[in-house]
């Protein structure tokens, strides 16, 4: 059933992604800058990224070296320097299990997100405005039929770009209707308590418990889309539903950290990094003792918010205050 983890992601990346283009081409005549999305795109996306790359293919070694370390790393530059990291991650867990480089675990998803962002703006650009929907729909048919000809193979129901590009689709479908179909957004918006409560109820349920339902060589198929309609409606009750019982975005601790969410994904690994090696130096090994890994986690945690914070506020915003000249 892979990749439930960063479904929601993909499908809100989807839904934001789709939404901004789509609302930019209907206040200008039906075109939207695709040279300016890219430019913002850059900005956004690749200073971290690149920043992570470089320490953990150039630093990161030394660092090891210096230790007196084996390296061992297996990973391949030119795939994360192109984007291509999860078919990396994908011959890694084929060939060599469980030995895939924990410093760059999370870039994969950002790989497939900036695959969707080249591949995406150019369809919308070039495709007839009336056609999005059949494109759409047909992105997420081709991700189920993928999904059923490698359904024995979980790397690749996880990693692989065309895996989880249904969730993307999705996502934008649910962009175009909310912009072009008022009966969708009037939907949502007249949504009652009783109903959004017993779909919270049943997705959540869902999640939990769909891991069980993998007794068919046809389940993991479906399982995931399943889950992706329920992240779908996340995002639809969250953004119109008169009758929601809480809106995140009515959440000042969310709202403050919701801008070093980047920073966290990319740099928590190395935050788990740092945190082992002040352990050690306090010569505290056992991480499987209960409270050492409570500890541990805490430790990391407030290393991942420190870390995103000083990227975000003395690194990140340089290149999004020049963001913002293309918007």
């Not at 949504?191 to 959540?204: A, D, E, R």
Request: proline share 4%; net charge positive.
């Amino acid at each position: 059933m892979g990749g439930i983890g960063v479904s929601i992601f993909f499908v809100l990346s989807g839904f934001l992604i789709t939404y901004l283009i789509l609302n930019e081409s209907k206040s200008n005549n039906g075109r939207f800058a695709v040279k300016s999305f890219y430019i913002r795109r850059i900005l956004r996306i690749c200073p971290l990224y690149f920043a992570v790359i470089a320490f953990a293919f150039l630093i990161y070694p030394y660092l090891k070296s210096m230790m007196g370390t084996p390296d061992n790393i297996l990973n391949k530059p030119g795939y994360y320097l192109l984007f291509l990291s999860n078919f990396d991650v994908i011959h890694i867990e084929k060939n060599f299990p469980g030995l895939n480089f924990s410093l760059l675990s999370n870039t994969w998803s950002v790989a497939i997100e900036e695959q969707f962002y080249i591949i995406w703006p150019l369809l919308l650009y070039f495709i007839p405005k009336n056609l999005y929907p059949f494109t759409f729909t047909a992105t997420l048919i081709l991700s189920l039929i993928f999904r059923y000809l490698h359904v024995q193979d979980e790397t690749i129901l996880y990693y692989h770009s065309l895996s989880v590009c249904g969730d993307l689709a999705l996502g934008g479908l649910c962009a175009y209707y909310s912009i072009y179909s008022s009966g969708f957004k009037l939907f949502f918006e007249k949504l009652s308590q009783p109903s959004i409560l017993g779909t919270y109820v049943v997705g959540m349920l869902w999640l939990i418990y769909s891991n069980g339902t993998n007794n068919s060589s046809y389940v993991p198929v479906f399982t995931r889309f399943l889950s992706t309609l329920f992240f779908a409606f996340i995002v639809l009750e969250q953004n119109y539903s008169k009758a929601s019982f809480y809106k995140f975005s009515k959440s000042n601790l969310l709202n403050f950290w919701g801008k070093y969410t980047y920073g966290l994904y990319l740099l928590h690994p190395i935050a788990l990094l740092v945190s082992d090696i002040l352990l050690r130096t306090t010569r505290i090994t056992n991480l499987d003792n209960p409270i050492v890994s409570v500890f541990r986690g805490f430790l990391s945690l407030g290393i991942s918010l420190l870390l995103s914070y000083v990227s975000y506020e003395f690194y990140e915003s340089y290149f999004l205050r020049l963001k913002k000249k293309y918007e």
